[in-house]
């Protein structure tokens, strides 16, 4: 995946598909209208099962990244 650094990270609760979903900057008002509108490019789930950030790791396969 390409670095990013302007954009925004966000997943989906039900497929865990990953992508960016907004440009930053960005006005607040869009960027709200766009999270309204949104809807996972995989499985189709609406804004509700959209959330931000990169989808949760699974518990396996994590000791590397332990805290
Ligand atoms: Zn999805």
Redesign the pocket.
Known sequence: MTDEPNSMLVH??????EWFAFKLPMPITEAAELAANMR??????PSS??YCGPAPVDKINTSAERV
């Open positions: 989906c609760g039900w497929c865990r598909h996972c490019p995989e499985c189709d789930k099962q959209i």
